[in-house]
């Protein structure tokens, strides 16, 4: 969008937020399939008393990256090449790049990959506290628009993406 084509103005906080609590109703429903999906692979048999047995370490492992992997699909076909997913198209949200254009594959691969900071860093706080208030850092990628200049999220500052106002894109 180099000629001259006016780059649009990132989309109200509300409305990104508003998007942000649809799109985790749409993933826990992703997850929540394919976890369904993935248990007979991962959960051992139960013993002749009926107990309930705890998958091994390495299956619990295996779900976790694969359900990992599957959220990151999911993010990078539906932030890519100009396509949006459903919470995006209902509050009129496109994620275009820095010069207005859709981003490529590996850019929302990044985004994707940027927005675990917050889980991480509650997990490694509650990890080494064990204070149940280390899970508000799960909110840290969302906080960061509260002192963003531009009111971007962490995740879309460090992979060089916003939301914007698909109403005004050309």
């Known amino acids: 969008m180099s000629d001259g084509a006016r780059i649009p103005r990132s989309a109200p906080l509300a409305r990104r937020l508003a998007s942000l609590v649809y799109e985790l109703l749409i993933a826990s429903a992703i997850v929540l399939v394919a976890g369904f999906a993935l248990t007979p692979l991962m959960s051992p048999v139960a013993g002749p008393d009926h107990a309930?047995?705890?998958p091994a370490p390495w299956a619990r492992i295996a779900g976790f990256v694969a359900l990992v992997a599957l959220l990151g699909?999911?993010?990078a076909v539906g932030w890519s090449g100009g396509r949006r997913t459903l919470p995006m198209?209902?509050?009129?949200?496109?994620?275009?790049?820095?010069a207005g254009a859709p981003p490529t594959p590996s850019r929302a691969l990044v985004r994707y990959a940027?927005?675990?900071?917050?889980?991480l860093v509650a997990?490694?706080?509650?990890a080494t506290t064990h204070s149940r208030w280390a899970a508000l850092a799960v909110a840290l990628n969302y906080a960061w628009a509260l002192i963003d200049r531009d009111r971007q999220f962490l995740h879309?500052?460090?992979?060089?993406?916003?939301?914007?106002?698909?109403?005004?894109?050309p």
């Open 89 to 98: 198209k209902t509050w009129r949200l496109a994620l275009v790049d820095v």
């Open 123 to 126: 997990l490694a706080s509650y």
């Open 114 to 119: 940027a927005a675990w900071i917050g889980p």
């Open 73 to 75: 699909a999911y993010g």
């Open 156 to 169: 879309d500052r460090l992979a060089g993406t916003r939301l914007v106002d698909d109403r005004e894109r």
């Open 52 to 54: 309930l047995v705890t």
